[in-house]
């Protein structure tokens, strides 16, 4: 006599599948980002990138009133609270976010813009390799390293030296398309034209907007 085949039940099923998505949920994510394309580069532009990521200032604000003061730790507050599911650590939180500040402003930038991007690319992964081998919280093309850095992209996971060079990068590509962000935002994944990574993006700075602004 053949044994009986046991089939599972409907709530073993079911506590299997739950089993197999929390696993999963705890697997790294692959990074998002596309592939910025290597182009080539005037030696003026080069020369101005090169400076503008070898400028070595330190990330901390200086205000000539009190007012911006106020509405720069109000920022802060708010958004270390928003933070807090990404990057537990206060210290660590803070700090990413002073620097995000620091070098969109330095870069004329929106820091909702740079939040959301970096939300999009890299879920807030400082160790964060795409496929393409795009590095950090930014995604930065290693090519860029040696266009316009020291050549070591290693640097690239180093907080400061990322988000420096994404800020660049993507003020680089506003000032190609002329300001047009949907267009600039698509060089910065490699998709130009296509509408699926700025829309991603500008749906992600919404999360990054102080309350109240539009």
Known sequence: ???????????STTRRAL???GAAACLPRPALAGAQVEEPLADAVRSALSAAIASDAPPK???DAIEPRLAYLRWLGEMSERLKRQKSEAQTRIEFLETVWYESTRAGLEPAL???????E???RKYAISVAGARGYMQVMPFWSRLIGDGQASRLF???TNLRFGCVILRHYLDIEKGDL???LGRYNGSRGRPEYPNMVMGARKRWLVSGQA
């Open 114 to 120: 740079v939040l959301g991007l970096v939300q999009v």
């Open 182 to 184: 949907y267009l600039a």
């Open 122 to 124: 890299s879920g807030f």
């Open 61 to 63: 604000p200086r205000f």
């Open 1 to 11: 006599m053949s044994a009986p085949v046991l089939k599972p039940s409907s709530s």
């Open 158 to 160: 180093h907080m400061q």
């Open 19 to 21: 089993l197999l998505a």
